[in-house]
């Protein structure tokens, strides 16, 4: 399960509507998870519950396939992380098998649309 951990501050993400990044896989297909940590733990997915006993985290499972960079576009919402307050985020192989090296790049936060004053009518 070797990864990249973003850590950070902790911040709210009231601002944002979701995560960016380009992400990479070299030397065959892969799975990576994306998983938002807030109070240096993973988000749990509600009650669900692993077969150690702990939560399992909400994450979104990406698909890559070799030969070029994909754009992944990731709503807050489908990592729990929206509204709250994060410290990080993992970007990880998703199985426990060793897998093909991935790298990650451009990695933002996504804010939501500026709202437009409302027009003055004279």
């Known amino acids: 399960y070797q990864g990249l951990y973003l850590h950070h501050a902790p911040f709210s993400t009231a601002p944002y ?17 994306v998983i938002a940590i807030a109070n240096n733990k993973p988000v749990p997915d509600g009650a669900k519950i692993g077969a ?21 576009t990731i709503p807050l919402g489908q990592l729990g992380a929206m509204n709250t307050t994060l410290d990080g985020l993992w970007v990880q192989n998703n199985s426990g098998q060793k897998a093909p ?16 004053a409302p027009a003055v009518s004279k």
């Open 52 to 72: 150690d006993g702990q939560p399992e985290p909400m994450m979104k499972v990406i698909s890559l396939k070799p030969g070029g960079w994909t754009q992944v």
């Open 17 to 33: 509507r979701g995560l960016s990044m380009l992400i990479q896989v070299v030397g065959g297909e892969a799975e990576v998870r």
């Open 101 to 116: 090296n991935f790298y990650v790049a451009d990695i933002k936060l996504d804010p939501w649309p500026a709202v437009p």
